[in-house]
């Protein structure tokens, strides 16, 4: 009786946990992944937006900067992690 009291007592503890990582943690993984691909697959001409809520058109890409185009010649730059999303065309 003691071990099935035991098994008993740690059973919501477990589900407690289960949903943690369903609830959490997994969909935090995936928005971290999907996050990652759309940070590599970042090209010359694409419209963004950052963090800050600067909108402009990507034209250089560096190892972890980008440079981007917000107003006719006014360029800045910026590092990958600050972009936001990819703007639709």
Excluded: C, H, W
Excluded at 10 to 39: D, G, N, S, T, W
Excluded at 41 to 48: A, E, F, T
Excluded at 69 to 80: D, L, Q, R, Y
Aim: overall charge positive; cysteine-free.
């Amino acid at each position: 009786m003691n071990s099935n009291s035991a098994l008993m007592q740690m059973v919501p503890f477990l589900l407690m946990i289960a949903i943690f990582y369903f609830l959490i943690i997994r969909p935090q993984q995936k928005q971290m992944k999907e996050r990652k691909v759309m940070l590599e697959s970042l090209r010359q001409g694409d419209k963004i937006l950052t963090n800050a809520g600067i909108a402009g058109t990507i034209t250089a890409i560096r190892e972890q900067e980008i440079e981007v185009e917000i107003a006719k010649n006014v360029k800045v730059n910026f590092v990958k992690n600050a972009v936001a999303t990819i703007l639709k065309n």
